[in-house]
């Protein structure tokens, strides 16, 4: 479902990504990590058409995002939750993004619902939420489509420990409906207790790509700092 083949990209004299591959199958969580300039939030961008390539692609069901003919129903994504009109309501923010995605609107209450925003919150304008609650209205936004792929840039920042089980539990779900989750993030732990594999990046190559079944969080731990730290070396 999400596909890097071969992926380079550079910005001067700087690889950000160097002969990047791997993919996310429907139906799995796959968690990216590495450190912060290991290239992740390149790949990312990349993926969804923000970013062009060098060499290599990066797809979505065999189609690079560009030529989706309505991308917001095959890919939900959040990137950040600082990109909504402070001035607007949750509401509003998600009103607007059902009108340009040619979606009904009752799908503004079906997820306001789904990411735990109550009607009262949803009337209230963005420059009032908190993190964790324009977090919650990111995942929102990438829902709406229904999509059958997530790209997600560390969807629990700002989330509490409640939160972030909740987070678990709704990306799970989505997984076991069959949708592909690539999940970027700096909570091993998180990472260890859910994706079903750890793709780990560094120096922008990828370092390992691995299944995380009976993984414990020390092993993965103790995998990426000594992969990561390696490929700082070798930089």
């Known amino acids: 479902m999400i596909e890097f083949t071969n992926v380079t990209k550079r910005f001067g004299a700087t690889v950000a990504l160097d002969d990047v591959s791997f993919r996310v199958a429907p139906g799995t969580i796959v968690g990216f990590l590495g450190p912060n300039g290991a290239g992740k939030s390149t790949a990312l961008r990349l993926l969804v058409g923000l970013v062009r390539p060098d060499a290599g692609a990066a797809t979505l069901a065999g189609v690079r995002y560009g030529e989706l003919p309505n991308p917001g129903t095959t890919v939900g994504v959040l990137l950040g939750a600082e990109g909504f009109h402070p001035g607007r309501t ?103 207790r859910l994706a079903d594999r750890a793709v780990m990046v560094g120096a922008g190559r990828v370092l390992a790509d691995r299944p995380l079944a009976g993984a414990s969080t020390d092993e993965l731990e103790d995998e990426y700092f000594t992969l990561t730290a390696g490929a700082d070396r070798a930089a």
């Open 90 to 192: 949750g509401r509003e923010t998600l009103r607007l993004a059902c009108l340009t995605l040619g979606l009904p609107g009752d799908r503004v209450d079906e997820v306001l619902g789904e990411v735990g925003l109550s009607a009262a919150e949803g009337r209230r304008r963005v420059g009032a939420y908190s993190l964790g609650m324009r977090q919650r209205l990111g995942l929102a936004h990438a829902l709406l489509g229904d999509p059958a792929a997530l790209v997600l840039d560390e969807p629990a920042n700002g989330l509490d420990p409640q939160g972030q089980r909740w987070l678990a539990g709704l990306l799970r779900g989505r997984a076991e409906r069959g949708c592909a989750v690539l999940l970027s993030s700096h909570a091993l732990a998180e990472v260890a």
